[in-house]
Antibody, heavy 120, light 107 residues
Framework: EVQLLESGGGLVQPGGSLRLSCAAS????????MSWVRQAPGKGLEWVST????????FYADSVKGRFTISRDNSKNTLYVQMNSLRAEDTAVYYC?????????????WGQGTLVSVSS | DIQMTQSPSSLSASVGDRVTITCQAS??????LIWYQQKPGKAPKLLIY???NLEIGVPSRFSGSGSGTDFTFTISSLQPEDIATYHC?????????FGQGTKLEIK
């Protein structure tokens, strides 16, 4: 059974930084792309970033490009996102998702999410 | 970016009703459409991929159809446990984009 467990969320001031982690199990982590998707309170879903299975290719939404960095450690079955220069509009539940393919695909399985609140 | 327009934004129906939600893409996405179910306080769950393929373990009362720009999601006989928000999403292009969601309630 695929399990994805996010951690690292919390309250941070505008301009601050946070690193989220996602521990994966139940599948061959190094064979699938992974993604972050967020959901602001009471709003819809927004794709944030995707990293290919071997980590060589990364993709970002325009709203986070230059501020967020996605990475993975296939030896630890863990996905990360480093979030810098955080803004109030980054406040959301951040979900880790397993993609259906090596590079792109769709979001096949989701973690339970971790809440990031950006406020002074 | 491909815009996904989902309707209605909310829907109230009775147990046993047939429920239909539509999703329209701003350009041709072929069959590359997903439907997710999201229960309150929970993560989205994949129901249908490639517009019409039911994910393993998903009840057969759920179905999807369409291709190109127009897609439909149907629950053939609404059950109390189907109360949720339903989202469509295209995976034809980056950035992946979602519809705004349809909140389904029991009448």
């Amino acid at each position: 059974e695929v399990q994805l467990l996010e951690s690292g969320g919390g309250l941070v001031q505008p301009g601050g930084s946070l690193r989220l982690s996602c521990a994966a199990s139940g599948f061959t982590f190094s064979s699938f792309a992974m993604s972050w998707v967020r959901q602001a309170p009471g709003k819809g879903l927004e794709w944030v970033s995707t990293i290919s299975a071997n980590g060589d290719s990364t993709f970002y939404a325009d709203s986070v490009k230059g501020r967020f960095t996605i990475s993975r450690d296939n030896s630890k079955n863990t996905l990360y996102v480093q979030m810098n220069s955080l803004r109030a509009e980054d406040t959301a539940v951040y979900y880790c998702a397993k993609n259906s393919a090596y590079t792109y695909g769709y979001f096949e399985s989701w973690g339970q999410g971790t809440l990031v609140s950006v406020s002074s | 970016d491909i815009q996904m327009t989902q309707s209605p934004s909310s829907l109230s129906a009775s147990v046993g009703d047939r429920v239909t939600i539509t999703c329209q893409a701003s350009q041709d996405i072929s069959k590359y459409l997903i439907w997710y179910q999201q229960k309150p306080g929970k993560a989205p769950k994949l129901l249908i991929y490639d517009a019409s393929n039911l994910e393993i373990g998903v009840p057969s009362r759920f179905s999807g159809s369409g291709s190109g720009t127009d897609f439909t999601f149907t629950i053939s006989s609404l059950q109390p446990e189907d109360i949720a928000t339903y989202h469509c999403q295209q995976y034809h292009n980056l950035p992946r984009t979602f519809g705004q969601g349809t909140k389904l309630e029991i009448k």
